[in-house]
């Protein structure tokens, strides 16, 4: 090969080499503006901060049944609860007179239909249907009463 051949074929590889790290460095500055931070997954630190969060935030929460709440909150501080149902587990707080549901995690055979997350004025609602059947679903509401979430399956 001659020497023209020579500087032209490595001008072409740097020329290739120089695009592919500027792409690679426009990836990296401009990456975390292509996803919003709620659509990416929480790292185990992450989670273990949150839960500490909620911990904190309400301590007396408890795993609920039904829509009997206990008497009454022990703080003015957003009180929390997981409710069981057939198709899923739904978690739910109150703050004052505003329900939220916090998280809903369907069952195996069930997938998340809806859910009107709140924090709302009257209540917040979700539904579970069922992944092989429409036509099996579960529907909820969460209202607050006294300050303490509860569930209302329709």
Known sequence: MNRRTLLMTGGWLGAAVFAVL???G????IGDGLTAPETRPLSAAEVADEL???LAVSPSASVGTGD????????AAAVTRTFPTR????????AGTRPEVVSMSPR???ELHEQDRGPQDDDAEGEFR???DGDDRIKFEIVCRGGVPALIED
């Open 22 to 24: 500027v792409g690679l």
């Open 26 to 29: 426009a990836i990296t500055v």
């Open 52 to 54: 500490a969060r909620q």
């Open 68 to 75: 009997r709440p206990p008497s009454a909150p022990a703080s």
């Open 87 to 94: 198709a899923g587990t739904v978690v739910a707080r109150c």
């Open 108 to 110: 195996q055979g069930f």
């Open 130 to 132: 069922g992944r092989h």
